[in-house]
């Protein structure tokens, strides 16, 4: 069974940052993309960032320049660089992956983690 465990969350003053990580356990063959999604109270979830087994990345209009994806392919995990952090940022986070094999791929999520930060 596949889990991704999340991470970094927490409350944070306006202009401060944090690192949101993201854990991909059990059996599988490989994970294909990555990524990072939120949602706000009252409001759908939106992608945040994504980035490919070949770590091509991309990125919100709303957070480029200031977060910043990466992943460790040899432990199976992805970051988000959360910097200058805005008001508008709180919402709960939550961590996606592909993952399974070219004939098999699955789409998984994290159970979130909440990023509040106060003006």
């Known amino acids: 069974q596949v889990q991704l465990v999340e991470s970094g969350g927490g409350l944070v003053q306006a202009g401060g940052s944090l690192r949101l990580s993201c854990a991909a356990s059990g059996s599988f063959l490989s994970i294909n993309s990555m990524g990072w999604y939120r949602q706000a109270p009252g409001k759908q979830r939106e992608l945040v960032a994504t980035?490919?087994?070949?770590?091509?990345?991309n990125y919100a209009d709303s957070v480029k320049g200031r977060f910043t994806i990466s992943r460790d392919n040899a432990k199976n995990t992805v970051y988000l660089q959360m910097n200058s952090l805005k008001p508008e940022d709180t919402a709960v986070f939550y961590c996606?992956?592909?993952?399974?094999?070219?004939?098999?791929?699955?789409?998984?999520w994290g159970q979130g983690t909440q990023v509040t930060v106060s003006s």
């Open positions: 996606n992956a592909i993952i399974g094999s070219i004939m098999n791929w699955r789409n998984y």
């Open positions: 980035i490919t087994s070949g770590s091509s990345t």
